[in-house]
């Protein structure tokens, strides 16, 4: 999801059952194309594609702290862009998202302290967080009908939002523990924890679990692949948690820092910095092999990818160099031919 890539630091580390860290079998680097899109928005954050109803296309947010947060709507023919902004003013919008088959678009809204929603009129109502101060960060579609769930980052809670605006939240750990990203599987919610260095499961019903996920500090985000095994990365590694509390961790070569994961087969893609400032989107399968695909300008990192009809990936970017112009969407094609 992410996004604003800050990092916190790791306060705690509980015991796995079993820990097994694995070197990559092979790196390659198979073709892929790279295509930029400037854009007028100034810092491009979550990213989704709506593949139907009027709100079809893909979408994203600007996170700013002045009249431009907001939500706009984006095409790449000519990279035209429609700008709705956020009715609270500096409301730094976030992560977007919808429930499956459903109108609405949902989005976070982390310096406003609200839950926003944009419906097919493109008007986009907001639903204040009871908790103040909540920074809400990530949003997904739950387990449960029309109801969309995210992380308050700065609250240790996991809130719940029904059709109807209503929001329940559930404590899932001390402020500090920064619940990051999340997402449904099996019923239930697995989120990341950046501050204790955890992921965590918690029911409809409120019943959390935590489970270790080795050293080093995780960036955030969290995915899924076909086997139902959770992925999300560290610094220079990623961790694989079975459902039974078991976890792989594969390292991930000269790189330094990750941003965005996304499912694929039995594996994923991850947004990447190597150590000489080469951005890149990796591939990562279950035996820990890893394939790159290098963006064609440096200092660059995917930070929110989206999957679009075709089978490429509609991303927004991070920099990591100051001042670095960050204002546009990119779009990697893979070549059909490329390794598995």
Same mark, same amino acid.
């Given at each position: 999801?992410?996004?604003?890539?800050w990092?916190?630091?790791?306060?705690g580390?509980?015991?796995l059952?079993?820990?097994?860290t694995?070197?990559?079998a092979?790196?390659?680097r198979p073709?892929?194309k790279f295509?930029?899109?400037? !854009?007028?928005?100034a810092?491009?954050?979550g990213?989704?594609?709506?593949?139907?109803?009027?709100?079809? +296309?893909?979408?994203?947010?600007?996170s700013?702290?002045?009249?431009?947060s907001?939500?706009?709507?984006?095409?790449?023919?000519?990279?035209?862009?429609?700008?709705?902004?956020?009715?609270?003013a500096?409301?730094?919008?976030?992560?977007?998202?919808?429930?499956?088959?459903?109108?609405?678009?949902?989005?976070?809204?982390t +310096?406003?302290?609200?839950?926003?929603?944009?419906?097919?009129?493109?008007?986009?109502?907001?639903?204040?967080?009871?908790? %103040?101060?909540?920074?809400p960060?990530?949003?997904?579609?739950?387990?449960?009908?029309?109801?969309?769930?995210?992380t308050?980052?700065?609250?240790?809670?996991?809130?719940?939002?029904d059709s109807?605006?209503k929001?329940?939240?559930?404590t !899932?750990?001390?402020a500090?523990?920064?619940?990051?990203?999340?997402?449904a599987?099996?019923?239930?919610?697995?989120f990341?924890?950046?501050?204790?260095g955890?992921?965590?499961r918690?029911?409809?019903a409120?019943?959390?679990?935590?489970f270790?996920?080795?050293?080093?500090?995780?960036?955030?985000?969290?995915?899924?692949?076909?086997?139902g095994?959770?992925?999300a990365?560290?610094?220079?590694?990623?961790?694989?948690?079975?459902?039974?509390?078991?976890?792989d961790?594969?390292?991930l070569?000269?790189?330094?820092n990750t941003? %965005?994961?996304f +499912?694929?087969?039995?594996?994923?893609?991850?947004?990447?910095?190597k150590a000489?400032?080469?951005?890149?989107?990796?591939s990562?399968?279950?035996?820990?092999?890893?394939?790159?695909?290098?963006l064609?300008?440096?200092y660059?990192?995917p930070?929110?990818?989206?999957?679009?009809?075709?089978? +490429?990936?509609?991303?927004? !970017?991070?920099?990591?160099?100051?001042?670095q112009s !960050?204002?546009?969407?990119?779009?990697?094609q893979?070549d059909?031919?490329?390794q598995k």
């Amino acid at each position: 999801m992410n996004q604003m890539f800050w990092k916190l630091a790791v306060f705690g580390i509980i015991a796995l059952r079993f820990i097994a860290t694995t070197e990559p079998a092979c790196a390659g680097r198979p073709s892929g194309k790279f295509t930029n899109y400037p !854009v007028p928005q100034a810092s491009p954050h979550g990213i989704v594609y709506f593949g139907a109803g009027p709100l079809k +296309g893909v979408w994203f947010t600007n996170s700013t702290r002045d009249a431009k947060s907001g939500a706009v709507e984006f095409s790449s023919k000519g990279a035209k862009t429609t700008f709705h902004t956020t009715p609270t003013a500096a409301a730094v919008a976030g992560s977007i998202n919808f429930y499956s088959g459903k109108e609405p678009l949902w989005f976070t809204e982390t +310096g406003a302290n609200k839950i926003a929603r944009i419906d097919a009129s493109r008007k986009i109502t907001e639903f204040a967080i009871p908790t %103040a101060g909540s920074r809400p960060f990530d949003i997904q579609h739950g387990p449960d009908d029309d109801c969309m769930w995210f992380t308050e980052s700065g609250a240790g809670k996991i809130g719940r939002i029904d059709s109807t605006g209503k929001i329940t939240e559930f404590t !899932v750990g001390k402020a500090d523990d920064a619940p990051t990203s999340l997402m449904a599987q099996d019923g239930v919610i697995w989120f990341t924890e950046v501050g204790s260095g955890q992921i965590g499961r918690l029911t409809t019903a409120g019943e959390v679990k935590h489970f270790a996920a080795g050293k080093g500090r995780l960036t955030g985000d969290i995915t899924n692949s076909n086997d139902g095994a959770l992925w999300a990365p560290k610094l220079s590694s990623v961790v694989r948690l079975k459902t039974d509390g078991t976890l792989d961790e594969f390292q991930l070569p000269n790189v330094v820092n990750t941003g %965005a994961i996304f +499912g694929h087969e039995d594996g994923v893609y991850i947004g990447a910095m190597k150590a000489d400032g080469q951005g890149a989107i990796l591939s990562v399968d279950s035996s820990g092999k890893v394939h790159e695909y290098n963006l064609p300008r440096k200092y660059l990192m995917p930070a929110a990818m989206a999957i679009d009809p075709d089978g +490429g990936f509609f991303m927004t !970017v991070s920099s990591s160099r100051p001042g670095q112009s !960050v204002s546009m969407i990119w779009r990697l094609q893979l070549d059909a031919k490329k390794q598995k």
